[in-house]
């Protein structure tokens, strides 16, 4: 088997320092560079295309789940953090191994034989998968910010700042108070993973921030429209018009 093409991006330097030495004797592994943020990281992945990524969670700028969702493809993936609560989502991200700091060289070698058997066979295990889905479902984390990646620009937008959704197709166009950004998401994976206070799926296609909300209007026979502060007017389901009777309390 030829070497494992690998890098590692990790904002510490210690941290960093500790994977060279554990890997330093060994021959299956060659080490293409380390990066201390995420952004460098991405920068590095797209370039290098290396097989077995050893990756940070908590990282300034760029998270370590925030990056992967910038990625044309799929990586293996394994996570080193000091935060054991990642552990789930970092198995929903297909990782090969999530490595608690600090860890000890023979737990990093096992890790190690792990990314091994993955690259020998990278058929998934997707009943595994499918469980630690169905947990991680029962402990959403909720979001605060949302990346964003349009040809070579990548923005990150904090949630504050966004004004409503809007399915589209595979897609979600997320409007904020300076513009709008396609995100490659459900409209599911949104409503589970905002403030339910701040946020309410009036529409299939809709999911608004409450703030946003200027009147409700009716429209047609036992419906109705709803008006935003700008101005612009989104329809309401009969759920949705629940669902804002409750949350807005009348």
């Not at 290098?48 to 799929?74: A, N, R, S, W, Y």
């Not at 029962?138 to 349009?150: A, F, H, P, W």
């Not at 490659?184 to 409450?210: A, D, G, V």
């Amino acid at each position: 088997m030829k070497k494992i093409k690998t890098i590692i991006i990790d904002d510490e330097s210690l941290a960093r320092d500790l994977i060279k030495t554990y890997l330093a004797d060994n021959d299956k592994i060659e080490l293409l560079g380390e990066y201390s943020d995420g952004f460098q990281g991405l920068k590095a992945i797209n370039e290098l295309q290396p097989d077995l990524i050893f990756l940070d969670v908590q990282m300034p700028k760029l998270t370590g789940f925030e990056l992967l969702e910038l990625l044309d493809k799929p990586c293996n993936i394994v996570f080193t953090t000091a935060y054991n609560e990642y552990a789930i989502k970092a198995f929903e991200h297909n990782a090969i191994d999530y490595l608690l700091k600090p860890f000890s060289k023979e737990r990093f070698e096992d890790a190690i034989l792990k990314a091994i058997s993955r690259l020998q066979n990278q058929a998934e295990k997707s009943k595994v998968i499918e469980k630690l889905k169905e947990h991680e479902d029962k402990n959403r984390e909720e979001l605060n910010r949302i990346v964003v990646k349009s040809r070579n620009k990548i923005s990150i937008i904090p949630v504050d700042e966004i004004r409503y959704f809007e399915a589209q197709d595979d897609y979600v166009m997320i409007y904020t108070k300076n513009g709008h950004h396609l995100k490659q998401k459900t409209m599911k994976y949104f409503e589970t993973h905002l403030n339910p206070k701040e946020f309410c799926r009036i529409h299939r296609s809709y999911l608004i921030r409450i703030e946003e909300i200027s009147k409700l209007e009716p429209y047609e026979k036992d419906s109705w429209m709803l008006v935003l502060k700008s101005g612009e007017k989104l329809k309401v389901s009969k759920n949705g018009y629940k669902l804002l009777k409750q949350q807005l309390g009348f």
